[in-house]
């Protein structure tokens, strides 16, 4: 016998990479923890809203991405360039692409501080 016999080898690594399958399928994520906050955040008036379907409500108004930078810059004309800062509440599900371009309009606007609105303990969602 001048070969060497592969298939008991081949035999184990097809059962490794079964039990490897099924422990992935198995296996959850973890679940984040909520975020905490000890700091207060300074009052705003610039309010952005972002639902699990990334429909944007700036203020008032709701708007596409598009349309985000000139929500943010009629805001500041209104408000004679007063407010810096922009709260963001965005639900957990919605993209982060999307919070990221609304992010991306508001610095366009000289809006650059930023703070996510996040669930109060104690207090219903």
């Known amino acids: 016998m001048s070969t060497i016999n592969i298939t008991p ?12 399958i099924i422990l992935a399928a198995v296996t959850k994520e973890p679940k ?12 705003s008036q610039i309010v952005v809203i972002v639902d699990e379907k990334n429909n944007i409500e700036i203020g008032s108004k709701i708007v596409s991405i598009a349309g985000a930078s000139q929500a943010f810059k009629e805001l500041q004309d209104n408000t004679n360039h007063l407010y810096t800062s922009v709260i963001i509440k965005a639900d957990p599900r919605a993209s982060y692409g999307t919070i990221l371009q609304v992010m991306d309009a508001a610095k366009n606007e000289q809006l650059t501080n930023f703070g996510l609105a996040n669930h109060i303990e104690g207090q219903k969602s």
Do not use: G, Q
Request: glycine letters at 0%; proline letters at 4%; zero cysteines.
């Open 9 to 20: 080898f081949t035999d184990v690594l097809l059962v490794l990479l079964i039990i490897f």
């Open 32 to 43: 984040l923890p909520d975020a905490k906050n000890t700091d207060k955040v300074e009052a």
